[in-house]
């Protein structure tokens, strides 16, 4: 069984920064075989791909909204993702959720995502 864990989350000023873990355990391929992603989903809209990292190449795909402001290191010893959201805005409160799928190369699509965590809330105060 797969279970990711996020967290981080919590209540932040306009223009902090904020990073959130991603800890994956359990039985998964190898990390070349898993491509981790970040979603998030606004109160009232639908989850949305936020930044997504190749199990393949360790590349990693940002979404357009996000690009500028966002990093992302994975180690694939301990199976963590952390993400780093720089500069951050009321708009980017959300709850954040962590997801896995077995992939050489992320997905943005989250009906591509077999595994998720149960999310962490992010509140960004103006």
């Known amino acids: 069984q797969v279970h990711l864990v996020e967290s981080g989350g919590g209540l932040k000023q306009a223009g902090e920064s904020l990073r959130l873990t991603c800890t994956v355990s359990?039985?998964?391929?190898?990390?070349?075989?898993?491509?981790l992603a970040w979603f998030r989903q606004k109160p009232g809209a639908e989850r949305e791909f936020v930044v997504g990292?190749?199990?393949?190449?360790?590349?990693?795909i940002y979404a357009d909204s996000m690009k500028g402001r966002l990093s992302v290191t994975r180690d694939r010893a301990k199976n963590i993702l952390d993400l780093d959201i720089y500069s951050l805005k009321f708009e980017d409160t959300a709850v954040y959720y962590c997801?896995?799928?077995?992939?050489?190369?992320?997905?943005?699509?989250?009906?591509?995502?077999?595994?998720w965590g149960q999310g962490t809330q992010v509140t960004v105060s103006s």
């Open positions: 359990g039985l998964l391929p190898s990390p070349q075989r898993t491509s």
């Open positions: 990292n190749n199990g393949l190449d360790d590349d990693t």
């Open positions: 997801a896995a799928e077995d992939a050489l190369l992320a997905s943005v699509a989250r009906e591509d995502y077999a595994y």
